[in-house]
């Protein structure tokens, strides 16, 4: 029996120190993950701000985008200036495209959709030499359906046709048409009937030739600022201005 108790009185000692061991181990491996989670939270909660701090920049750059905005719109606003263009003898309300639609003569300048009445033209022009009025019918031949029970009137001066319509009221007559024939007559940008063909492109280069005709032959140059609506039309022959017609088709 003694020879049995010895080795079992060495065993349990070696038993428990390999389990204290054990226990010291596990206890100091535990600490080192928790270091290891430390810094990624730190991580995610310094992240965040500069995440949020992206969409405030958004706005900046929005800003920016609307302050040059209109910097874009700057070539289409010099596009029609109006240094050239003379002011008219009847309020324009600033539109310029009524004013290049328009003659001179002495100081006065008269444009299409000009308000007129046979007083206010006489008082510019001089009297005229004749005047007739038509009102449109259904059987008056003209076949101008659109425009029945207006009326049209024509006034005549030396060199110049000038052709109203009332506005639907019957009181009321504005421009819609004039023909000049005579050189004291001049367009705002001091173009007039005998003026060559060169000097005409030059003064007009927006316009251009409706035809295929020549210098030698008879033709058309268009200069619509705007719209189809709206026109002047140099008529030339032999290379020279040999009339001027200022429009607006009528609806």
Known sequence: ????KKPAAVLLPTILLMTLLAGCQSNSAAPAASPSAAPTAEA???AAPEASATPTEEPAATEAAATAAPAEATPAASAGSSEAIKEGTIEKEGNVVLKE???VYKDHTIALSDIVDDAKLESMLGKA???KSHTYSLDDGKNMDTLIGRTEKTYTFPGLEIKTI???DGKQFYIFSMKITDPKYTTVRNIKVG?????LKK???EGKLTGDGSPEEEDDYRFAPSNYVDYILFHVKGAKIESISISTLLD
């Open 101 to 103: 639609l328009a003659f």
């Open 203 to 205: 003064a007009y280069p």
């Open 129 to 131: 030499t004749a005047k």
């Open 166 to 168: 009332d506005s639907g």
């Open 44 to 46: 995610v909660a310094t």
């Open 195 to 199: 003026d060559s063909l060169d000097t």
């Open 1 to 4: 029996m003694r020879t049995f």
